[in-house]
């Protein structure tokens, strides 16, 4: 075989993106499309031309024409349609976070042992080639021992309203710098201190700041704005500093990369993540697709984005969460 067929469930404006990027990437097929939402459903296959359209998981799960399957279901619904798909003996692509429980991210990952299909969790960053390139100077060693780190992941209020109804800006978006945090120190957090601001009066707060101390020593704070102004002209404000004993990296994404002044403003829109190139999506998270379908292909173990990295990540990132809401050290292990 040298072609997956894929469904994606789940098609929210994040899962719209996925199918837009499947599009690109030569070994994949977007062969089925699921959600509830029967308008939605429609529009979505008409938009691809998909005629396998799905409004139960279970019924595209059984469908012996699809091998592999991307899930875009909202964090608090990964669980059950991750663990049917890989029963089921598709191969996994699941978004970040991996669920919204470590008990229910645990369950994930045990499933996955011994199944047919490989299990990927989509954390897109380390697809960036900025961190990418900072890894492999760390893995170098030409920076000595990480003792320090921080992060900036702020994004304009505009995009937040819905957002903030589903998910924190700790666990939405700050889980992103913990994996890449963890990921660069090959370390593991032994506490976390955390505190949020509430700006709208929306059900999770507009910004969260967070602090980890590694067991080996390093520090690392994370700053999680969500309510940046809306004529802000960037998408995101990301950036990252790694300090050593021998060096420092910095890595500075969107602020901004490209500029377009219009009738209206000036604009930089993202160039790295998903930017859109005739109608198709490119950057960091084709990449992504591609190692997915290139690992499934080939058999070979999945090494990046694997269940166990992205649960510590997620233990960290809702131990930060239970902080901010009794403003007590949280311990981990």
């Given at each position: ?20 990027t ?6 994949l ?98 697809f ?26 702020n994004?304009?209020?505009?995009w ?136 499934a ?31 007590n ?5």
């Amino acid at each position: 075989m040298d072609r997956l067929r894929i469904g994606v469930i789940g098609l929210g404006w994040f899962g719209e993106i996925h199918a837009e990027t499947i599009a690109g990437v030569a070994n994949l097929e977007l062969a089925a499309l699921c959600t509830r939402t029967p308008e939605r459903l429609a529009a979505m296959g008409e938009k691809f031309g998909v005629t396998k359209l799905y409004r139960d998981y279970h019924d595209l799960l059984a469908d012996p024409d699809i091998d592999a399957v991307s899930i875009c279901t909202m964090w608090d619904q990964h669980t059950e349609p991750a663990i049917a798909a890989l029963k089921a003996g598709k191969h996994v692509f699941l978004e970040k976070p991996i669920a919204s429980t470590v008990e229910d991210a645990r369950k994930i990952s045990a499933a996955s042992k011994g199944a047919k299909g490989i299990l990927f969790i989509g954390h897109v960053v380390r697809f960036n080639p900025r961190y990418r390139m900072a890894k492999q100077a760390i893995d170098e060693g030409r920076i000595g021992k990480i003792v320090a780190l921080s992060s900036r992941r702020n994004i304009p209020a505009a995009w937040t309203p819905t957002i903030l109804t589903k998910i924190g800006p700790i666990v939405g978006d700050a889980i992103h710098d913990t994996d890449i945090m963890l990921w660069f120190t090959g370390d593991t957090i032994a506490s976390t201190y955390a505190q949020t601001v509430d700006v709208r009066g929306l059900k999770h707060p507009d910004i969260g700041q967070t602090m980890y101390r590694f067991k080996g020593g390093a520090t690392a704070t994370l700053e999680t704005v969500w309510c940046m102004p809306d004529k802000t002209p960037f998408d995101i404000d990301e950036r990252m500093s790694i300090i050593g004993t021998g060096g420092i990296i910095h890595v500075q994404d969107t602020f901004p990369n490209l500029g377009i002044v219009d009738g209206s403003k000036l604009h930089s829109p993202d160039t790295t993540y998903w930017p859109m190139f005739n109608g198709v999506r490119g950057g960091a998270l084709r990449d992504e697709f591609v190692y997915f379908a290139g690992t499934a292909l080939s058999g070979a173990p999945v090494t990046i984005g694997t269940p166990e990295d992205a649960t510590a990540a997620l233990e960290a990132t809702l131990a930060a969460e239970e902080s901010a809401r009794t403003g007590n050290v949280v311990r981990l292990g």
